[in-house]
């Protein structure tokens, strides 16, 4: 009868250290928001929208910033006037200016 008391409490101590295991796992990932978010179909579009327009704001400006760099550095290298890479530069930013 002992060892069957052992085993049940043998048994019952990994079942414990399982679900604390799990209880950590779960409080770590934040599974219990997700789920919540998930439940809330308004709540959810709203987050996701207000994440797309951030995110689109912040490559576009990006975007825009690199692109400037560029433009600027360009025109640096057709001031030193170097004929065959002016040249072709002096192309490349025509062709970019007509297409706007």
């Known amino acids: 009868m002992n060892k069957n008391k052992s085993e049940k409490n043998q048994i019952e101590e990994k079942i414990l250290a399982q679900l604390d295991n799990l209880n950590h ?18 709540k959810f579009l709203f987050r996701n929208f207000t994440s797309g327009i951030v995110k689109g704001i912040g490559i576009g400006i990006g975007v825009t910033i690199i692109t400037a ?12 006037n170097i004929p065959i890479i002016s040249q072709y530069i002096a192309d490349i930013v025509e062709i970019v200016q007509n297409s706007k």
């Open 25 to 42: 796992t779960l409080n770590k990932n934040k599974i219990l928001d997700l789920v919540e978010l998930v439940g809330d179909t308004k």
């Open 69 to 80: 760099i560029i433009i600027y550095i360009l025109q640096k290298i057709i001031k030193l």
